[in-house]
């Protein structure tokens, strides 16, 4: 039987898990992101830097609240008012009006609120092989581009690059289970999806790996759906999973570029519902 932890949960010593209802219970175990099967899987960026906003400025923290308390995600700005991200952040049944992101500061509360009024996983997403780990939030009110709030670019063919960087607000010492308010980034090496499944086997279609096995910085927990750009603003990938007990430092990232279209037709209906009912 397979199982699934999700996000890292702001007031709670708890992990979520799925049952045959689609209802989630909770076990009193301390541990990141998520498990599949016998292997842990889990989502975060240890051992990065402090990062300036300007620099990841199409970086935004998420803060989620269901009926179990609150947990954090990171997603990326695709236009005034629809963000990239992945669908477990928003696969607990949550109310749009419980989600909110905060755009345009390094420092996770600072910046400027914007309530999200919808949502959209998608439809294939499986939550316990965790294939197609995608999906898209649309702000209530558009929010303000700028230096500090930035669209990311996402095309179907990205060039061949060897190095990205990824940032967030997720735990910086898993170790000794330390956070920090502020914005956090790493280069992380891009792996080929043939070359992942050395290491990962199963990894999904559609992923992408990146990091490093020497394990000095990965993303980590509370980094969600937190971008990989390339060349400081094409997007490639966002914080999936990974699986602690076979690599911590290599990193299992939603492709987006697999999912272009999807992400143009999808952010396409959801603003034109947002706008015309």
């Known amino acids: ?10 007031n709670s010593n708890a992990i979520i898990t799925k049952t045959h209802s689609g209802c989630i219970k909770m076990f009193l ?3 990141p992101f998520i498990i599949i099967g016998s292997n842990a899987m889990e989502p975060f960026v240890v051992g990065g830097n402090r990062a300036a906003i300007e620099y990841f400025a199409h970086s935004v923290f998420l803060s989620i609240r269901d009926y179990q308390g609150s947990y954090i995600c990171g997603s990326s700005i695709l236009n005034q008012k629809v963000l990239l991200s992945a669908a477990h952040c928003f696969e607990t049944c949550i109310s749009p009006g419980n989600i909110f992101a905060f755009v345009g500061n390094a420092h996770k509360s600072r910046g400027r609120k914007y309530q999200v009024s919808n949502f959209k996983i998608h439809e294939n997403y499986d939550s316990n092989e965790v294939k197609n780990d995608i999906g898209l939030a649309i702000l209530r009110v558009s929010l ?7 669209r990311v670019s996402i095309i179907p063919h990205p060039p ?15 170790t000794g289970g330390v956070r920090s308010s502020w914005l956090h980034s790493s280069t992380q090496r891009l792996w080929t999806l043939n070359k992942c499944r050395e290491i990962l086997p199963g990894i ?3 992923c992408l790996c990146a990091g490093d096995t020497s394990e000095q910085s990965y993303a980590s927990e509370g980094d969600s759906g937190s971008a990989l750009v390339i060349n400081g603003y094409i997007q490639v990938g966002l914080v999936s999973f990974k699986r602690p007990d076979t690599s911590r430092g290599l990193v299992v990232y939603t492709n987006v570029s697999h999912f272009y279209h999807w992400i143009r037709m999808n952010t396409r209906n959801l603003y034109c519902r947002e706008r015309f009912g």
Do not use: H, Q
């Open 204 to 206: 999904p279609n559609g």
């Open 144 to 150: 303000t581009l700028g230096a500090s709030a930035k």
């Open 1 to 10: 039987m397979s199982r699934k932890m999700t996000r890292d949960k702001l």
């Open 29 to 31: 175990i301390v541990l």
């Open 160 to 174: 061949a690059i060897k190095l990205g960087k990824v940032a967030g607000w997720g735990l910086i010492d898993e």
